[in-house]
């Protein structure tokens, strides 16, 4: 089983940046798919972004668009969120995941997850 440890959530201000790391142990990243999920409070969790497991295909939100790009280091077996002119609905706990089967964008899907890390943007 893969364990997920998330980090780098914080307090920003509107237009600032912050990179979100998950790090991974127990096995090794590069056979799962991954992606990064979002919880606002009183919302449902929503997908944000999703990577293969080879790094070759990236997918978006398209409320994050040209915002927030996913990456990931399967050597250092941590995956990342480097998000970029934040603004205040971005706000929530932003939770990486796992799987072993095709990548998808739906949360139910993902077996392995972090505990998360908050993210608060201030306007």
């Known amino acids: 089983q893969v364990q997920l440890v998330e980090s780098g959530g914080g307090l920003v201000q509107a237009g600032g940046s912050l990179r979100l790391s998950c790090a991974a142990s127990?096995?090794?990243?590069?056979?799962?798919?991954m992606a990064w999920f979002r919880q606002a409070p009183g919302k449902e969790r929503e997908f944000v972004a999703a990577?293969?497991?080879?790094?070759?295909?990236?997918y978006n939100a398209n409320s994050v668009k040209g915002r927030l790009a996913i990456s990931r280091d399967n050597a250092k077996n941590t995956l990342y969120l480097q998000m970029n002119s934040l603004k205040p609905k971005d706000t929530a706990v932003y939770y990486c995941?796992?799987?072993?089967?095709?990548?998808?964008?739906?949360?139910?899907?993902?077996?392995?997850w972090g505990r998360g890390t908050q993210v608060t943007v201030s306007s």
């Open positions: 990577i293969s497991a080879n790094g070759d295909s990236t």
């Open positions: 995941a796992a799987r072993v089967m095709t990548i998808t964008t739906m949360v139910t899907t993902y077996n392995y």
């Open positions: 127990g096995r090794t990243i590069s056979g799962y798919h």
